[in-house]
C-alpha cells in the first residue's frame, strides 16, 4: 500500500513524462469516445459567451480539451506538470497553426503562475486534482477563477475505490469507507486522493463554490474488450451513452461511480 498522502510530483511527472507519446493512442477506444462526448457536451454547456474569455486548461495533458476550445477561437492557459504531455500539446498546436491561441506552461496545479481572477472557466479533467495535493489544488484554482466563473473538475471516486481495493486488501476496503484513508488506485492504477461526492463538495465550497452540479462516471459495468474497443456499431454506442447520461446524474448512485465531475461557480 502507498502511503496516504499526496504522491511525489517528481514521481507523477517521471510517470507522465513517459507515457506522453502513447498517451493519445488511448483516445481511439470506445471508452475514450464515450468520454470525449460527454466532455465536449457537459463544456459546451458552461462556455462563455465572448471568444475574448480566458480560459484554464489545468492538467490539461496533450491538449485533448485544449484543441477544440483554440478551434473555436478561445484564448486558452494549458498548464501541466509534464514536459512530455505539453510537448505533444505543443506540436499538435502548431500543427493545426493554433499555437497563438494557446499559453503552455509547466507548472503544479497545487502553485499557479498565474494572477488572481484571472478565467472565466477552468477545466480540470481525468485526474489531476486527485493526483496533486488536492486541498492546495481547489485553493489555487479557485483563486484564479473570476467571480462568476465556472469550474469543471473530477476527482476519484471513494466508494468505488474502496470495492475494487475490497479483492486485494479488504482491511484497505474498510479504512476507505471509514474515512481512515483518503487515497487509493483509480480504475487505471493510478495513485491519487479519493473523495466521496460529500467531500469534494466540501472542498469547493470551503473555496467561494457554489456547486452547480456532481455528475458520476461510470464506465466499469461494460465488458472490457468492449471499453478498449477501436471499432464498433453506432447503435451500440449511442445505448451505451444514454444508460450512463441516466446513471449520470441519478443522486442514489453517483457516489458508486468511478470518479466524480463537480460544475461550480464562483461566488
Ligand atoms: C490522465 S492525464 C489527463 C490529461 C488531460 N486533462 C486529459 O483530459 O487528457 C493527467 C494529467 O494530470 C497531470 N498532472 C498530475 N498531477 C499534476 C499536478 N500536480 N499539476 C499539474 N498537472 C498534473 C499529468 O501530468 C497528466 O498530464
Known sequence: MLEDKPRKLKDVKRQYDELSTTYDEFGETFESKQEQYFRRELIRKHLPKQKDARILDAGGGTGRTTLPLARMGYQVALCDLSTGMLDVAREKLRREGLLEKVEIREADIASLPYEDELSDLIIC?????????????????????????????????????A?????????????????????????????????????????????????????????????????????????????????????????????????????????
Open 125 to 161: 479533467l481525468a485526474a489531476p486534482l486527485s493526483l496533486a495535493d488536492s486541498s492546495k489544488a481547489a485553493r489555487e484554482l479557485t483563486r484564479v477563477l473570476k467571480n462568476g466563473g465556472k469550474i469543471i473538475v473530477d476527482a476519484f471516486g471513494r466508494y468505488r475505490a
Open 163 to 267: 470495492m475494487r481495493e475490497f479483492s486485494r486488501n479488504p482491511e484497505v476496503a474498510l479504512k476507505l469507507v471509514r474515512f481512515e484513508l483518503n487515497y487509493a488506485y483509480d480504475r487505471h492504477g493510478d495513485w491519487g486522493r479519493v473523495f466521496s461526492p460529500e467531500e469534494l463538495k466540501e472542498l469547493f465550497e470551503r473555496n467561494s463554490i457554489k456547486v452547480i452540479g456532481i455528475h458520476g462516471r461510470f464506465m466499469e459495468f461494460i465488458p472490457k474488450e468492449i471499453q478498449e474497443a477501436k471499432e464498433w456499431s453506432e447503435e451500440l454506442f449511442s445505448k451505451v451513452f444514454e444508460i450512463k447520461r441516466c446513471l449520470r446524474s441519478e443522486p442514489s448512485v453517483i457516489g458508486m461511480a468511478e470518479d466524480l465531475i463537480l460544475v461550480g461557480e464562483k461566488i
